[in-house]
Each structure stands twice: as C-alpha cells, then as structure tokens.
C-alpha cells in the first residue's frame, strides 16, 4: 500500500519539493497524530482502537487528504464558520486547519499569506505524522497503546524509512512529546534567540547529519507566537 516501511498514513509530498522550492532546501514537516474521523468497520471505529489491518484506503491518505482539504477548501470553511452560533462553533472542525496557515506565517515571516501563497509553500514540503496510529478523537487522552515501547519503535523505524527515501535536509516537530519521542540514532544541540531556546535533534542517517528543530504546536497559543519567525531565520536557508 506504501513504498516506506510500515507507514500507514502516506505523507503530503508537495509537488515542488524537490524542483521550485520556496524554501530553497527540502524540508519535512513533522506533526504528531490523526484524529480517527472516520466510519472503518461494521461498528464504527476500529474497536479496539486503532490498528492497520483494519485499516482502509481513506485511511492511508488521511494525511494527504487532510492538507488537500487546507488548500482547497480553508476559505470556504472560514466563511461558514463566520456564519455559525457561538454553540456550533464549538464543534465545527475547521478550526484544525488553521494550524496550517499559522505555521505557514510564522515560517515566511507574514501576519496573513492567501490563497496562491499557502498552496506554494506546502506544495514545497513534506508533511508526515509521526505516530502511525490514530488517536481516538480531539479531547480525549491519549491511548497508553499507542504510546508503547513497540509502536514508538515502529514510529521510528517508518521516520527512518521515510527519510532514507525522501532525503530531507531538515525536519521541523510540531510538538514536545512528538520531538522526545524522535530522540534516537543522533545527538542534541541547541538554538537561541532573544525570546526562545529550543533544542534541535541532529539525526545521523547512513552518515548525514539532519538537523530536526522542536517547535511548540502550531495550535497552541505559544506555537502561534510571532517570536518563532526568528527560530526559522536562524534555522532555514530561505532567510539567507
């Protein structure tokens, strides 16, 4: 079902990531997790939580699908969303979309980006989650499952296997927990700016060093933060 070792949701590969890059280097992007949302067996999810063999092909590309649906459909959710009660907003999903456009932002150094200038900046990265299990759904705790020894070591090993073929020249982890999770085969560095101190993981794969910068989720107030533009002006050669 996928060229890379046991990766059950394929990855957004941007057409532009090898050819035409914005960013002027390839860069994987790296989140955390799906959210199951989808109906994939007889009784609804998968009832023992998530698990690959009952996997299907809309799972396969939920990652894919996810980042298609932020580039052709964001502007359309935010007007419907305008138009909603305060109570249907609490449960209208666009909301997870914007992670997208705020990430986008802050790495080109803009308060707002449209339409052409967001499908030209993903279409220039990877995007990849790295736990290949989905979680059960927003606001719930996270399954002790998906968080054992041997599926962190079944993670890593897709990375790997996902890195070996696509050959990024950086990674960027949303998140805390997805970054100690990515700690192995490599050493730790740091990098500073006047307003953050964030650790950088330098993998060493078959000899290559790539450097894999943690940065606060997107969707959270301080992975929004204006301040992580600088982080990216130390770390990315787009701002040389």
Known sequence: MNNYLNVSFKPWIGCNYINNNILKEKILILGESHYCINDICPSGRCPYGCCKENMKEDCFNMTIEVVNDFLNNY??????YRRLSPDEKKNYSYKYLQVFLVFACRVLGKDFIGDEERKTFWNSVIFYNFMQLAQPGPNQPISKDLLSSENIEMYRNSLISLIKETKPEKIIVWGRRAYNMIRFNGSETYLSTDKITTRIWNFDIDGNIIPALEIHHPSCS????KN???????FLRYWE
């Not at 992580?228 to 130390?234: D, F, H, L, S």
């Open 228 to 234: 992580w533009t600088a982080v990216y002006k130390q």
């Open 75 to 80: 502007e359309k959710y935010k007007e419907t």
């Open 222 to 225: 301080r992975g929004r933060s």
